[in-house]
């Protein structure tokens, strides 16, 4: 019981409790040897926790994910990359610390800032494509809608069972079922399907995103997360 009650604390920051490791790039919350973290963490995030909590004596360090303390999703492989929506996803997943790689059937120019790119088919993927969305944690569909709804169908077998399946389409009345389908043959996949509401060149502050949570999970829910940090209104 007063374990659960301590990772209740903890779980509002999106902190980690190691033994004596810290990941590269994380940011120390602190350290506690003996005793509790509570009031340190009650202090954070402004809330109060039951008495039980001071009582725990741990010895673990506490961190952040990344310096910035922005939620982060991990391996993100963004379909349609190059293009003005998937570009202005891709740049923004990357510099939030996401390891991002772009799928594209064209080939990037010299000053576009995501350096990981596999050139290929998402609708038709061969073995590149396939072991790039293997390994993903999350697939951005930033396609047009023919494309889009095919590669649902051909991914299923591919994504991994708890990834993050996502697409930027305006209209959702197509693609909406087939993500829910798609999740739900994965496993145990999230699906949400976004709707970026302005000019890519503009840029996300500011601006609204519509978001269909097809299917809910922590991945799905610290994209939207990032859409917020990043100034939008999701």
Known sequence: LLLILAMTCIAPLGLDARTNAVPAGSKVFACFVGRSPCREIANEIGASVPDQCYKIKWDITLFQDKVSGAPTIGRVAVAGGLGAVGSLFAERLQESGNDVIIVDRAVPGPTHRVTRFVRGDISDPGAEVADVVRTADAVLLSVPEPVALVAIGRLVGTLRPDALIVDTLSVKSTVVPALHAAAMIAGEAEALSLNPMFAPS?????????????????????????????????
């Open 202 to 234: 503009l840029g996300f502050a500011g601006h609204p995103v519509a978001s269909v949570v097809v299917r809910d999970g922590r991945r799905g829910r610290a994209l939207a997360d990032l859409i917020e940090q990043w100034g939008a209104r999701v």
